[in-house]
């Protein structure tokens, strides 16, 4: 999948594009359908599957006291797109001068640009200045624009419209299984491994560490089954998300136990992705009874994983 992050004349270098538009924070089942769908008209018009996106939320230049924590990171959207087929992800940031433009001059710039021969959205798409652009307004325009529009119906599971806003309330209030449903996958956290205090290599649990971003949606605190991504191979973990009151000042952060792995990777980008919860955060009377604990966890695991 190739990527540009500036937005430049593309007219001549890709066949007949198909171009899928959406923010697709998180890249669940709702944006696979609509992605799904435009690599299926690309297929069938032989032409080439492209995701126009931004780097940032819209909301960070319009309303930054609104903006939503964002469900996934840069580096895992990428990882998702590609992995649905995504010829070209179109991905620049979005910034006040873009603010400003009208529907129209947003439907002009992709005429100009890109050039597609279709174009894609979900049902709660807007575009242009104040969002008046929508559905209606790309279906009735596309046409003097020199394209052929389709705006996908709303995807629901129990009836329901699956979205961004309702996944990131699943995680909030710790519905895991909730969330990775109306994902299609793991619920995960990618982010790059930093020092720690190396408590747990002591313990026998080494663990990578990350932060944790106050921009970004987490699980509550406690200890899960994971699934982590570490230079393209996937282990099985188990995490531990908190301030470890066993221990005191510590930062929330993700301390996660990689199963059969060994390696220095501070400074490397993991993704971790969250199966189950194993239990609640706990305070322990003794080193020795977390030792335990986490000895359990770990079995736990492994029963939970050979099923």
Known sequence: MEIIKKLTSLTKKYPRPVVALGMFDGVHRGHAAVIGHAIDVAKTIGGTALVFTFSNHPLTVIAPDDAPL??????????????????????????????????????ELLKEKISPAYVVTGPNYTFGRFGRGNGRLLLREAQDYGFKAEVCQAFTVDRKIVSSTRIRALIAAG?????????????????????????????????????????????????????????????????????????????????????????????????????????????????????????????????????
């Open 175 to 307: 519905d895991l299984a909730g969330a990775n449903e109306l994902l299609g996958r793991n619920f995960t956290y990618a982010g790059e491994v930093v020092n720690g205090d190396k408590r747990g290599r002591k313990l026998g649990f080494p663990t990578a560490n990350l932060e944790i971003s106050d921009r970004r949606a987490m699980l509550p605190n406690g200890a899960y089954i994971v699934r982590v991504k570490v230079r393209g191979q996937d282990f099985n973990g188990i995490a531990n998300i908190g301030d470890n009151p066993t221990f005191k000042a510590q930062r929330r952060r993700l301390e996660v136990f990689i199963d059969n792995f060994s390696g220095d990777i501070y400074g490397e980008e993991i993704f971790v992705g969250f199966v189950s919860k194993l239990r609640d955060e706990k305070i322990f009377a003794s080193v020795d009874d977390l030792k335990a604990q986490l000895a359990e966890d770990l079995r736990t695991m492994k029963n939970a994983t050979t099923d």
């Open 70 to 107: 964002m469900i996934g990171s840069k580096n895992l959207r990428r990882e998702i797109f590609d992995g649905l087929g995504v010829d070209v992800l179109i991905e620049i940031p979005f910034t006040k001068d873009f603010s400003r433009k009208s529907p129209e001059e947003f439907l």
